[in-house]
């Protein structure tokens, strides 16, 4: 509803917001196999990985939090596409919204104040490697300028089978 998506602001994620972060991203861990991870992780565990998304730079964690309680609904990444020098700049993003908060735009939302926000960093290229199947999350890269680029069949095992991801780019 065109109402509700006015109800939630975006900002940097901090780390007082440790704990309803990996609430989050445990659920897809548990439920799902959006993510390749099969084991939960304390927010300690966390810790490392939010400290590795500062306020500027390429590699952003956006949050969505309800206008009126705080309450955390969704967050949104850049992060490193992969480890070596010349892949610098290029980042992979990812978008996890609160199970109860789906189907409100938070997705849509994060997605443009993360993108808004790298608007002035040196990042030529975006990745996303989708699992499959989720039509939501490929909806919304659609949306914002990703295009299809390939599939790596039966790249992960969770919950005793193999799961193909659906990889998409986007130019920045």
């Known amino acids: 509803m065109p109402s509700e998506r006015t109800e939630a602001q975006v900002r940097p994620g901090i780390e007082t917001d440790l704990d309803a972060l990996t609430a989050i991203y445990n659920h897809y861990v548990r439920e799902t196999a959006i993510t390749f991870d099969t084991a939960i992780f304390t927010p300690e565990e966390r810790r490392p990985w939010l400290l ?4 500027d730079g390429p590699h952003r964690l956006m949050v969505a939090t309800d206008a009126d309680s705080q309450q955390i609904l ?10 070596k020098p010349a892949y610098a700049t290029s980042v992979e993003t990812s978008v996890y919204v609160a199970p109860d908060a789906g189907r409100r735009g938070i997705g849509t939302l994060l997605y443009g104040a993360l993108f808004g926000a790298l608007a002035g960093e040196d990042v030529h290229r975006a990745y996303a490697g989708i699992a499959q199947l989720n039509e939501a999350s490929t909806r919304l890269h659609e949306r914002f300028g990703f295009a299809y680029i ?22 920045l």
């Not at 590795?52 to 306020?55: D, G, I, N, V």
């Open 52 to 55: 590795s998304h500062p306020e």
């Open 74 to 83: 969704g967050y949104a990444t850049s992060s490193p596409y992969r480890p």
């Open 150 to 171: 390939g599939t790596y069949r039966e790249v992960g095992r969770k919950f005793g089978r193999y799961w193909d991801v659906a990889w998409h780019e986007k130019p």
